[in-house]
T-cell receptor, first 115, second 116 residues
Framework: DTEVTQTPKHLVMGMTNKKSLKCEQH?????MYWYKQKAKKPPELMFV???????INESVPSRFSPECPNSSLLNLHLHALQPEDSALYLC??????????????FGPGTRLTVL | AQSVTQLDSQVPVFEEAPVELRCNYS??????LFWYVQYPNQGLQLLLK??????LVKGINGFEAEFNKSQTSFHLRKPSVHISDTAEYFC??????????????FGSGTRLSIRP
């Protein structure tokens, strides 16, 4: 099983709302990632968790708050977002044993619209 | 710092014709190179990767790529494309220095459109 699942598929929220994106994998991977992808652009790395600890934060605004409750689950909590945060949010995971040589497996993404 | 350049933003090709998508990278250390494909409204899927060894790498869906260290290139090829190959293709390099997680740097992408 090489599947990464993400929920919800689509999310529309106002600028004062609080919402969460969820990502799950059951491949035994120990590294998990959040990316943001704007239309016609490549994915941009936001956060990396390695063995449930935050290892990379790419200077993401504090209105995005990641959480890794266990090795299979990754959340992204959203609060007071701006319209420019509308994008496809992708989750990925990798084994976490071979560093740069590991393949990242991507989920289908959550399409977020901020009104 | 590592970087990836995809020279063509769009490549239109007729069905059953061959295609080459170009990718150049810059790095001062050993690299791991990847090609990912993204179909409309979907996530990214790995086509193939180069870690070491043979410079010709075969991937899924009939794609292959050749690692050329002297030209710092990793071009993707397919001898005969199908309508179903219409997608965005991303070349990527993995940044070293991490023992567990990997940090991927993506190129800007090439949109492959197949004409019947």
């Amino acid at each position: 099983d090489t599947e990464v699942t993400q929920t919800p598929k689509h999310l529309v929220m106002g600028m004062t709302n609080k919402k969460s994106l969820k990502c799950e994998q059951h491949m035994g991977h120990r590294a998990m990632y959040w990316y943001k992808q704007k239309a016609k652009k490549p994915p941009e790395l936001m956060f990396v968790y390695s063995y449930e600890k935050l290892s990379i934060n790419e200077s993401v605004p504090s209105r995005f708050s990641p959480e890794c409750p266990n090795s299979s689950l990754l959340n992204l909590h959203l609060h007071a977002l701006q319209p420019e945060d509308s994008a496809l949010y992708l989750c990925a995971s990798s084994r976490g044993t071979s560093g740069g040589a590991d393949t990242q497996y991507f989920g289908p993404g959550t399409r977020l619209t901020v009104l | 710092a590592q970087s990836v350049t995809q020279l063509d933003s769009q490549v239109p090709v007729f069905e059953e014709a061959p295609v080459e998508l170009r990718c150049n990278y810059s790095s001062s250390v050993s690299v791991y190179l990847f090609w990912y494909v993204q179909y409309p409204n979907q996530g990214l899927q790995l086509l193939l990767k180069y870690l070491s060894g043979s410079t010709l790498v075969k991937g899924i869906n009939g794609f292959e790529a050749e690692f050329n260290k002297s030209q710092t290139s990793f071009h993707l090829r397919k001898p005969s494309v199908h309508i179903s190959d219409t997608a965005e293709y991303f070349c990527a390099v993995s940044e070293g220095g991490y023992s567990s997680a990997s940090k991927i740097i993506f190129g800007s992408g090439t949109r492959l459109s197949i004409r019947p």
